[in-house]
């Protein structure tokens, strides 16, 4: 599965590059720094933090399957034979929960039988290893197969971070950066900025490594982490176990990290050699000083973080975030009276544990151990409560071992191997649309709509122990701190606090159902002409200077705008390798201050209202392209570029937010869109319904340039101001040439 020889060569590379590197910044190095140093195409010039683009050599790109049909589309186009750069693709996100594990898999074979042939005959012809559907969650099968230290990897998918549990550098990327890394090219990034995370003490009780990250998001909030890595340091770490690391780092990227890590340990090494890659583990142990922040770091932290933020793991409660955003925290205990206070539904209409983010041998055992504390009282879940193992060596470890089993007896309901719930996959029968209900997961995302597609639906986020103990209970006011349980016999019981032991004492079941090694077969890749579900790419036109000129504006966003709120998951996954027909969903989500409704927009053609990608392909039918005003945080959330690809295809020609994130702002630039920030945010208020934007200064388009907008109302009254845009000049010229495939096929 992994290479020995190719990572012991950088391993040995690493030392000489580190040695540069504390030369060319003058000082000692944090572990960011000495993997981003170690994959630095250019170790000439000295990397500025959040100013500097550079190239980096990624060890390796995963894909899942909803990402994935548009990475390998793009690819197709390159005219490369072979992935340059060991990759693979994972079949997790177009299998819907229904019913239960079997009916749900076999039902999603035969619904999405197509993607997934496609998926499996593009991966034979360019080179790329393939996980069937059922065998696991791609960040899972990647922890457990392909994560290693000190290595560089990049995934179609926003939670890759997740193996900076193994201190992986892991980041999410659009489609058409895979792209480019598969066809050998490098990737180019902005030199991040560090927020330091400093640990101490040591978790106990009914805290959780799941608790560190919501105490990190409530820090940061959903924006504090933008254009930096996170990086864990101090003592606190070596106590949290392989996978409690790994749920940290998942959801860095609800903070809009671009990935956080944690430094080699002795619980990496153990996990290593638990899942069989004994000479990986020797390997990092040989070379541990390489993938470790340099000591003297320690000693005035202040001079190698932009910030630092300290968490005393002894005194950390248990935490539950929500709804709708994983930055509104507060302990446990605080729950039951907000939820009174703010009208909230106290009933819990549904529970859902494990997912990629927590479901672990580790997490799954300490779920089952209050699980067993319910059985042995007699009782169950009193909620509808489903358990998503993240792979098929969890699921068959977890059924050896008896965890599966002591969660069977409460009540829960085993889903299939894969992402269900948490992106929207969820086919819920209890509830009518619109219907205001409360959940709780062990998830890692909970915006609206975000798992059931029902935008009433309000979602909290907490441990997997916290969830099995609340679903006994049904309610949010229930403390499993202090609050009693009712046993069969009508005896009142406490339970104690969740334990498990990080690692299966028997071993892993090892697992390598459903995969497909890379073979580089010559594989005829077919794509139906008429197919509802694929569709072969066209090159996008170049933006020309009168494309620019007295634009419409589609939408002005006036809050989040996630990509969810830009392009939903859900039932839309279907669509995912179909651009014209996931284009429908352009926009939907988001809420219209032009109109205060969400999914609607003023046709500046002929004075009607209708739903956004509506409007917008009528623009495009009549060759009017348009322009998207948005808020604060723009495209937070998911990896997915068809958040990027859909308005491109649609005609949109610039997005101007408040701020953007990382990622999105990536997926716009790659494909020709061009994205802009306010100077003064407070311009966002300038704009009008009516107003026709025309974009100045693009011939003078470069790095660090600006740009001048002119709105100009139908009153004749016209507003100008100025925008930024984060461009290198590799960027402008994706931009010139209409995306950075058109350019990569122009100097191949």
Known sequence: MLDLDQIATLYHGMAERHQVARKLLRRPLTLAEKILFGHLLNLEEKPRRGRSYVELQPDR?????????????????????????????????????????????????????????????????????????????????????????????????????????????????????????????????????????????????????????LRVCEELTVKGGTSHIVEYFGSGTSSISCTGKGTICNMGAEVGATTSLFPFDDSMSRYLDATGRTGVSELANEHSSLLTTDPEVFDDPEKFYDRIIEINLSELEPMIVGPHTPDLARSVSDLGQEAKDKGWPLDIKAALIGSCTNSSYEDMERAASIARQAKSSGIKSKVQFMVTPGSDTIDQTIRRDGQMQLLDDIGGTVLANACGPCIGQWKREDITEGEVNSIISSYNRNFSGRNDGNHQTLSFLTSPE???????????????????????????????????????????????????????????????????????????????????????????????????????????????????????????????????????????????????????????????????????????????????????????????????????????????????????????????????????????????????????????????????????????????????????????
Request: aromatic share 6%; with cysteine; charged share 20%.
């Open 61 to 213: 790109v995963a894909m899942q399957d909803a990402t994935a049909q548009m990475a390998l589309l793009q690819f197709a186009l390159t005219g490369r034979a072979k992935v340059a750069v060991p990759s693979t693709v994972h079949c997790d996100h177009l299998i819907q929960a229904r019913i239960g594990r079997d009916s749900d898999l076999a039902d999603a074979n035969q619904e999405s039988s197509e993607v997934f042939s496609f998926l499996k005959s593009a991966s034979a012809k360019y080179g790329a290893g393939f996980w069937e559907p059922g065998a696991g969650i791609i960040h899972q099968v990647v922890l457990e197969n392909y994560a290693f230290p000190g290595g560089l990897m990049i995934g179609t998918d926003s939670h890759t971070p997740n193996a900076g549990g193994l201190g992986m550098v892991a980041i999410g990327v659009g489609g058409a950066d895979a792209m480019e890394v598969m066809a050998g090219l490098p990737f180019t990034i902005r030199w991040p900025g560090l927020i330091g995370v400093h640990l101490t003490g040591e978790l106990s009780g009914w805290a959780s490594p799941k608790d560190v990250i």
């Open 466 to 748: 916290i969830v099995t103990a609340m679903a006994l209970a049904g309610t949010l006011d229930f403390n499993p701190q202090k609050d009693k349980l009712t046993a069969a016999d009508g005896t009142e019981f406490s339970l104690e606090p969740p334990t498990g032991s990080e690692l299966p004492a028997k071993g892993f079941e090892s697992s390598l159902v459903g995969f497909v090694p890379p073979s580089g077969d010559p594989v005829d890749m077919k794509v139906s002409p008429s197919s509802r579900r694929l569709q072969l790419l066209e090159p996008f036109q170049a933006t020309t200077e009168q494309d620019l000129t007295d634009l419409p504006i589609l939408v002005k966003v006036k809050g989040k705008c996630t990509t969810d709120h830009i392009s939903p998951a859900g039932i839309w996954l279907q669509f995912r390798g179909h651009l014209d027909n996931i284009s429908d969903n352009c926009y939907i989500g988001a809420h219209n201050s032009f109109t205060e409704e969400q999914g609607t927009a003023i046709n500046q053609l002929d004075g009607t209202k209708d739903k956004l990608p509506k409007v917008a392909r009528n623009y495009h039918e009549n060759g009017q392209g348009w322009a998207v005003i948005a808020d604060v945080n723009y495209g937070e959330g998911s990896s997915r570029e068809h958040a990027a690809m859909s308005p491109r295809f649609l005609g949109c020609k610039v997005v101007i937010a408040r701020s953007m994130a990382r990622i999105a702002e990536t997926n716009l630039k790659k494909q020709g869109v061009l994205p802009l920030t306010f100077d003064d945010e407070s311009s966002w208020d300038l704009l009008r319904v009516d107003d026709r934007l025309t974009i100045k200064g693009i011939d003078e388009l470069g790095p660090n340039s600006k740009v001048t907008v002119e709105a100009k109302c139908s009153d004749g009254t016209t507003d100008t101001f100025v925008c930024s845009h984060s461009m290198d000049d590799s960027q402008v010229e994706w931009f010139k040439a209409g995306s950075a495939l058109n350019y990569l096929r122009a100097n191949s």
